[in-house]
Structure formats: structure tokens, C-alpha cells
């Protein structure tokens, strides 16, 4: 982003006040469908707002509002809170450095995030890190953890050690 704050318009200030006042940075199409009169106008809007960078896509039917109190569009969000969010119900397992990172058996701070899943596969850059989805058969020994507030599935510590 160039520094200056992009402009948004009436609708798109309507649409970003609602999910902020609900305290909803995660949103789905549905949460804000009322806004538009079809899903053809309500793509312009999202394809617009992404543009400014005020939302990110996480997925199919998922976004992120990037709160209005960003400095100059930069914001982040714990990767492990956006990751969950991306995957919704589908099993999955944080691997990798982030896991080993996660039970501080190494001290540099990972920028990619391995995620284990038996449905989806490929890269995903987020904020300042990126997402690399693993298809595998078996995932590895997994166990809920929180922060945030929020809970996701992380690798175990003993199976973690092998990526310190």
C-alpha cells in the first residue's frame, strides 16, 4: 500500500462499520449479503474493498476486515487464529518450524506456517507470512491449543521435535 489512505465509498463504509461494530473481523459473504441486491454487485464491492486493501480473502466464502485502526493498511493477525479461520471444520495440524516455534523449541520467529490437511494443498500468502498447505494421508499426533481466545490444532511437542 502506497502510505495514502485509499477513499471508500458510502456502501463499502456501511458494509465496514457493520462488521466492525458486530466485532466481526472474520466474515462470511452471508454476513453482509443484506447490503446488495445480488451476489454480482456484492463481488464488485469485496473485489473493490480487496483492492484498497481493507478486507483479505481467506477462502472461498471467508474474509478478514483489516480494522480501520491499521497504520496506513499495515496489520496483522496471529497466524495460528488465521489459520483456523481458513480451515473452519476441516481437520487439520500446524507443523513445521511454527509448531516447533509454538512449544519453544526454537527461537527464530517462522514467516511460513505448514499446515497438515488430507483435503487441500498449495500456498496462500497472508499479511507477512505465508500459509503452506500439506496434503497428507495421516496427520501428524495433534493437540488443541488457544491463544487469542481462539483455538486451533498444533502438532504435539514430541512430534514437533523434529522439526527443531
Not at 74 to 93: A, L
Request: charged share 35%; hydrophobic share 35%; net charge positive.
Amino acid at each position: 500500500m502506497s502510505g495514502k489512505m485509499k477513499g471508500i465509498s458510502g456502501k463499502e463504509m456501511k458494509v465496514v462499520s457493520f462488521l466492525e461494530l458486530e466485532g466481526k473481523r472474520f466474515f462470511r459473504r452471508e454476513d453482509i449479503r443484506d447490503f446488495f441486491t445480488s451476489d454480482n454487485e456484492m463481488n464488485v464491492y469485496l473485489h473493490r474493498l480487496r483492492k484498497k486493501d481493507r478486507i483479505v480473502k481467506l477462502n472461498r466464502d471467508k474474509y478478514y476486515l483489516v480494522p480501520i485502526k491499521a497504520y496506513e493498511g499495515k496489520w496483522s493477525e496471529h497466524p495460528f487464529v488465521v489459520v483456523d479461520e481458513m480451515f473452519e471444520d476441516v481437520e487439520y495440524c500446524i507443523g513445521g518450524k511454527a509448531a516447533a516455534y509454538h512449544w519453544n523449541l526454537i527461537d527464530q520467529i517462522p514467516t511460513q506456517v505448514d499446515v497438515f490437511s488430507r483435503t487441500r494443498q498449495g500456498e496462500k500468502e497472508i499479511f507477512d507470512f505465508t500459509v503452506k498447505m500439506r496434503r497428507v494421508r495421516k496427520l501428524p499426533d495433534y493437540t488443541k491449543e488457544e491463544t487469542d481466545g481462539h483455538r486451533f490444532f498444533v502438532a504435539t511437542e514430541e512430534e514437533s521435535k523434529k522439526w527443531a
